[in-house]
């Protein structure tokens, strides 16, 4: 089974600065996805950026990008010029094939004007 | 393209009474999710459609949690006799599933928010 742990329950930067959200898993294959969802306060959860295991090439998305460490089994997401916006609670996702998404428990981003 | 909805957004009710939760995903998409997300919690699957079939509900509590989706469109989460523990946000979501389409994103409703007193 996998599972997915983020060990951060909560981090705060202040706005413009750069913060590093971490996030590791466990699993026995070679070929999955990762993903990065964003949960505002009331409101939907939205994917922030995605990465496939088989690209070495950590993917970026505007401000938002990810340290891929696969041998390591580590997917740390990176927010540079962090915005008010970008207080929600932020949780790593594991998905294998064309299964579920296993989520960690989240980590909840406060942005300090 | 409309996303994800749900009804109802917010629903209270006492221990023993039952609820009925209610999604229609994107159009098109073949795979249906029910997320239950407990409060400082992760959302946890508690069973995935692929058209109108069953493929994982290894995680659902079968002697008071139902689901289905008849049609293959939308679906309906219902909970028989509720408990204070069944008090949390329940999530659908939605994907193209098993298709040269999927890029294994899920595209989620808002939530219906669970009070159970």
């Known amino acids: 089974a996998q599972t997915v742990t983020q060990s951060q329950p909560e981090m705060s930067v202040q706005e413009a600065e750069t913060v590093t959200l971490s996030c590791t898993y466990d699993?026995?294959?070679?070929?999955?996805?990762l993903f990065w969802y964003k949960q505002p306060p009331s409101r939907q959860m939205i994917l922030v950026i995605r990465?496939?295991?088989?690209?070495?090439q950590n993917a970026t998305e505007n401000r938002f990008s990810v340290n891929f460490q696969k041998a390591a089994k580590s997917f740390s997401l990176k927010i540079s010029d962090s915005q008010l916006g970008d207080a929600a609670m932020y949780f790593c996702?594991?998905?294998?094939?064309?299964?579920?998404?296993?989520f960690g428990t989240g980590t909840r981003l406060t942005i300090i004007p | 393209e409309a996303g994800v909805a749900q009804s109802p957004r917010y629903k209270i009710i006492e221990k023993r009474q039952s609820v009925a939760f209610w999604c229609n995903p994107i159009?098109?998409?073949?795979?249906l999710y029910w997320y239950q997300q407990i409060l400082g919690q992760g959302p946890k699957l508690l069973i995935q459609?692929?058209?109108?079939?069953?493929?994982?509900d290894s995680q659902l509590p079968k002697d008071r949690f139902s689901a289905e989706r008849l049609k293959g469109v939308d679906s309906t989460l219902k909970i028989q006799p509720a408990k204070l523990e069944d008090s949390a946000v329940y999530l659908c979501?939605?994907?193209?599933?098993?298709?040269?389409?999927?890029?294994?994103?899920?595209?989620f409703g808002e939530g219906s928010r669970l009070t159970v007193l």
């Open positions: 990465q496939e295991a088989y690209k070495q």
């Open positions: 159009s098109g998409h073949a795979t």
């Open positions: 996702a594991f998905s294998f094939g064309n299964e579920k998404l296993t």
């Open positions: 979501a939605s994907s193209h599933g098993w298709s040269n389409r999927n890029t294994g994103e899920l595209f």
């Open positions: 459609f692929q058209n109108n079939g069953v493929v994982d």
């Open positions: 699993t026995s294959e070679s070929d999955y996805y």
